[in-house]
């Protein structure tokens, strides 16, 4: 007997649809398959919203001049509030690590996105990274404290070693204490976790 093929999925549109889905991470092949059936089944109350925001999204998302964050402008809210100018910047890894940072909400100072961490092995070095725009700002915005809250990998922290051996004497600079587990990254850990390690944060 030659199985039925759902109707709803027999669309190339639909499966074009499953196949960019699937890209997401955090979703596989029977994930994406299931939240597409999901968007089409509430279609006016899901999808046709959500399409309409992703193209809102595409045409008006940038990334922000100063401090590599994601936003809707130039310069993003974070940098343009002059409240968050206390003298103390905090550098992560990339905007996902930047959002669960404020999620914890407990640092009121502005950001630094590096976009990454160095690599000898993929060839990923200084001048790939943001790392010269950093030192720029550490010397423009008179910052006085610089906080090193990479993830507990090697990478990461070799690339806080390098950071700090460049500004070592220029700004004080700490990182991230207890609650961060070595190997864990920040965007996988809960608001208390991060609030314990920004508030005990060591001098490096």
């Not at 639909?14 to 059936?37: E, T």
């Not at 809210?77 to 905007?95: F, H, M, P, Q, Y």
């Not at 990461?156 to 220029?170: C, K, N």
Request: hydrophobic letters at 45%.
């Amino acid at each position: 007997m030659v199985a039925r093929k759902d109707p709803d999925m027999s669309s190339s549109e639909i499966d074009s649809l499953i196949d960019l889905m699937a890209k997401l991470p955090g979703l596989g092949p029977r994930s994406a398959r299931r939240a597409v059936l999901h968007l089409i089944r509430k279609r006016a109350l899901l999808l046709t919203p959500l399409s309409d925001a992703m193209l809102q999204v595409a045409a008006t998302a940038r990334e922000c001049l100063n401090c590599g964050n994601v936003g809707t402008s130039d310069i993003c809210d974070i940098c343009a509030s002059e409240k968050r100018a206390t003298g103390v910047l905090c550098v992560v890894e990339d905007v996902a690590d930047l959002w669960a940072m404020e999620r914890a909400q407990v640092f009121d100072g502005r950001y630094h996105v590096l976009g990454g961490t160095l690599s000898a092995l993929e060839g990923v070095g200084p001048e790939e990274l943001s790392i010269p725009r950093l030192m720029d700002r550490v010397v423009s915005e008179g910052i006085s404290e610089v906080i090193l809250a990479l993830n507990a990998t090697v990478d990461g922290q070799t690339t806080a070693h390098y950071i700090a051996d460049q500004l070592e004497e220029q700004v004080r600079l700490t990182s991230l204490a207890q609650g961060v587990p070595v190997g864990g990254e920040l965007d996988y850990l809960d608001e208390g976790t991060i609030s314990a390690a920004l508030t005990a944060r060591k001098t490096l």
